[in-house]
C-alpha cells in the first residue's frame, strides 16, 4: 500500500480555480492508478476523477467533465486535480486514492486513502 496525503484545498469565489495535490510515499507510485473523490455533508462519497498509472487513461464525472482536470508526475509521487468554473456544489473534503489494479469509479474498489482536503466554494 501507499500513504497519501493530500493539500492545496481553501476557499474559492465561485468561478474560480483550485489546484489540489495529493503526495504518495513509497517507490511503487508509478505503478498505481489513482482517484479523486468528494464527500459533501449529509451526502455519500462520490466519483470526481481518475487516472490509470501511465497518465494514459483518464475518466470523469458527468458533473466535473471540461472542467476539471486530473493528472500525475510519477517523478514527484503526485497527483493532482485542477479544478477550474469552481460552483457552490463543489465544496466537498477531496480526497484522493490508490489502487494498483485500474482506475475505478467506484470508491470501495480502491485499497488506499488520503485524509482528505476541504475544498469551499462560495457563492
Known amino acids: 500500500q501507499v500513504q497519501l496525503v493530500e493539500s492545496g484545498g481553501g476557499l474559492v469565489q465561485a468561478g474560480g480555480s483550485l489546484r489540489v495535490s495529493c503526495a504518495a510515499s513509497g517507490r511503487t507510485f508509478s505503478s498505481y492508478a489513482m482517484g479523486w473523490f468528494r464527500q459533501a455533508p449529509g451526502k455519500e462519497r462520490e466519483f470526481v476523477a481518475a487516472i490509470s498509472w501511465s497518465g494514459g487513461i483518464t475518466y470523469y464525472a458527468d458533473s466535473v467533465k471540461g472542467r476539471f482536470t486530473i493528472s500525475r508526475d510519477n517523478a514527484k509521487n503526485t497527483v493532482y486535480l485542477q479544478m477550474n468554473s469552481l460552483k457552490p456544489e463543489d465544496t466537498a473534503v477531496y480526497y484522493c486514492?490508490?489502487?494498483?489494479?485500474?482506475?475505478?469509479?467506484?470508491?470501495?474498489?480502491?485499497?488506499?486513502w488520503g485524509q482528505g482536503t476541504q475544498v469551499t466554494v462560495s457563492s
Open positions: 486514492a490508490a489502487d494498483p489494479r485500474s482506475p475505478w469509479t467506484i470508491a470501495t474498489m480502491y485499497g488506499s
